[in-house]
């Protein structure tokens, strides 16, 4: 049974900084390709950075600059770094995971998903 857990979201004053953490479970490795989305009220889910298991990265032109995204693959673990946060990053963050290959920023690409950490700036 696959599991992402994701962690590290709070509140935080905009210029202010947070790394949010994702772990993989009952699966023994990182998958081809990882991500990170997000939701805001009212608004639809978009992706946010993206890493394949070669370190090659993506970024919504939103974020890019400010977020850098990064995995562990000895300990099975997904990060973002969230820097110079402005008030309209406030979202709901989930990490995804996609089997697949298909490495995009795009929803359906992704089949397993977490339970999302909420980040609010302010």
């Known amino acids: 049974h696959v599991q992402l857990v994701e962690s590290g979201g709070g509140s935080v004053q905009a210029g202010g900084s947070l790394r949010l953490s994702c772990a993989v479970s009952?699966?023994?490795?990182?998958?081809?390709?990882m991500g990170w989305f997000r939701q805001a009220p009212g608004k639809e889910r978009e992706g946010v950075a993206g890493?394949?298991?070669?370190?090659?990265?993506n970024y919504a032109d939103s974020v890019k600059g400010r977020f850098t995204v990064s995995e562990d693959n000895d300990k099975n673990t997904l990060y973002l770094q969230m820097d110079s946060l402005k008030p309209e990053d406030t979202a709901m963050y989930y990490c995804?995971?996609?089997?697949?290959?298909?490495?995009?920023?795009?929803?359906?690409?992704?089949?397993?998903w977490g339970q999302g950490t909420q980040v609010t700036v302010s």
């Open positions: 009952g699966y023994d490795a990182l998958y081809l390709c």
């Open positions: 995804a995971a996609d089997p697949y290959g298909v490495c995009t920023l795009k929803r359906y690409s992704y089949t397993y």
């Open positions: 890493i394949d298991l070669a370190g090659s990265t």
